[in-house]
Every structure is written in structure tokens, then in C-alpha cells.
């Protein structure tokens, strides 16, 4: 059984001049390709003319070049260029409609219904009509969530190798400007290499209390015989003399590829290493 996109949400057609809107502008250059979420955003004080409408939960879907699929969930309100679609969801969740825009069916039917050489362009009357799969709104919601808890996966992935990024321009900052200066394993000690294999079985005595103090191995760079713990790794595990701490990650098997864990006096990070 299908269902077509008008079906799941409306065009939003509210316009608003810059001086008179609240929250944010955001033009195509503010949204990633396949993203579900805003990447940044500029104010309503950089633009002049009247742009569209949106609040929180709409759909705003890019209608330029619908190639570069793009497509994402408003979590604020705003304003935004008159080269994205807002798309209101009518039953339908928010994060299951933005779904079916990045859908590669989708694409492919947006780009037939483009209209121009040198800036091609589809609109609400090209979109509107796709057949999409016609699931009860409980399984959209279910599906939703999944999306969303991969999606919040992929954030916490991205902070992690930004985290890793700082490390490393401050680590070679150091190494070039002082050298080592006999403080080789102090650097080992804070880049440690460890399985990526969780159990129940503590690895520490206390290391899910808030201010419990720093593990041994974070003083001697060698990993415990044991399993650090997915709820250990959830609440954080902080001790406010050294500011040793461990993020959560996710849950793999004893097989799985090493983790990278960066623990002593800066805020630690994990992060999956090949």
C-alpha cells in the first residue's frame, strides 16, 4: 500500500521580513548534504528581502539541485531562503518525513521533476505526488526514533574526532615548540589503546561514582585485565583533581576494532581506531 508525500505534511507558506522575525536564517550553504540536522545558521540581520516561515518541527527540504539531497528537522524557528521548501508534517513525525526526502527513490523522482539548465530546480507540485510506503503512524514514530538515535550516534562521533583533531594540532604544538623534554610516557599514558568490548564486570571499584578518583591504568598506561562497563561509560566517570573522564560509546563485541581512549589531566575522549 502506498502513500504520497502531501499526504504526510503541507506547504508551509508564511513569508516574514527579516526585521520582523525572531531566530534564525538559514540558506541552503547552512545545510549538509544527507544530513537530518541544522550544521549552522545565520541570523534574519544578513538577509533583506522577505524569506519563508518556519517554526520548530518542520521539514525544511532544499528545492536547488535536489541532488545534493538536502533535507532537515527545524528544531528552532527562523526564516529561511526562498530555495527551500518548509514543509509542515500533518500526522506524520518530523524525522520520518525528512526520511523519506533522503530516500534515494525520492531523489531520483525530485530530479525528473526539475525545471531549468543552469540552476535546476523541483517544487511542491513535482514532490508532492511520490509514493512512499504507507506504514501506520505508530511504525512511522518507531521508525523515527531510529533515525534519531542514529543520527545523535553520529554526533557523538563527530565530537569525538573533533576532540581527537584538538588533541593532535595541541600535541604537535607542544612537540615542535618543547620536544619530549623526557615526558615519553606521559604521552602514552594519555592515548591508550583498549578493546572495545563491554561486560556487566566492573573494571574499577567506584568507577560509575561522580569525583571517584583515577583508575591505576590511567597512571600506568596499562589497561585492566577487565571490562569497562556501557553504564560506567554513560554516567561518566570524573574525578575533579585530574579531570579524567571516560564518554559513552557504543557496545560491540569482543571481536570488534580497538578504541582509542585519552585519559589524564584534559577532558578524556573515545573513539573507534582501525
Not at 502531501?6 to 536564517?25: H, I
Not at 557523538?156 to 620536544?179: A, R
Amino acid at each position: 500500500m502506498k502513500t504520497e508525500v502531501e499526504t504526510l505534511c503541507d506547504l508551509r507558506k508564511e513569508t516574514c521580513s527579516p526585521q520582523d522575525c525572531r531566530g534564525v536564517y538559514v540558506g541552503l550553504e547552512h545545510i549538509d548534504a544527507g544530513s537530518f540536522v541544522l550544521a549552522r545558521h545565520g541570523t534574519p540581520s544578513q538577509v533583506r528581502s522577505a524569506k519563508s516561515r518556519f517554526y520548530p518541527g518542520d521539514v525544511l527540504y532544499g528545492k536547488l539541485r535536489p541532488y545534493l539531497d538536502k533535507a532537515i528537522v527545524a528544531e528552532v524557528e527562523g526564516i529561511c531562503s526562498t530555495d527551500i521548501l518548509v514543509l509542515e508534517p500533518c500526522g506524520a513525525p518530523s524525522w520520518f518525513l525528512c526520511g523519506v526526502l533522503h530516500t534515494n527513490r525520492f531523489i531520483e523522482h525530485a530530479k525528473k521533476t526539475t525545471q531549468g539548465v543552469n540552476h535546476p530546480r523541483t517544487s511542491w507540485s513535482g514532490i508532492k505526488d511520490f509514493e512512499t510506503t504507507a506504514f501506520p503512524v505508530s511504525e512511522q514514530k518507531k521508525i523515527a526514533a531510529v533515525l534519531l538515535k542514529i543520527q545523535q550516534a553520529v554526533e557523538m562521533q563527530e565530537k569525538i574526532i573533533q576532540s581527537l583533531l584538538d588533541l593532535k594540532k595541541s600535541t604537535m604544538q607542544h612537540l615542535f615548540t618543547h620536544g619530549l623534554r623526557g615526558e615519553i610516557g606521559l604521552f602514552l599514558r594519555r592515548v591508550l589503546l583498549l578493546p572495545e568490548a563491554l561486560t556487566t564486570a566492573p573494571a574499577w571499584p567506584g568507577q560509575s561514582a561522580p569525583g571517584a578518583s583515577v583508575p591505576a591504568w590511567a597512571e600506568t598506561g596499562k589497561p585492566p585485565p577487565g571490562r569497562i562497563t556501557t553504564p560506567s561509560i554513560q554516567a561518566g566517570l570524573f574525578a575533579p583533581a585530574r579531570k579524567a573522564f571516560l564518554n559513552n560509546f557504543t557496545q560491540r563485541d569482543d571481536k570488534g576494532p580497538q578504541m582509542a581512549v585519552r585519559a589524564g589531566l584534559a577532558p578524556a575522549c573515545a573513539c573507534p581506531v582501525e
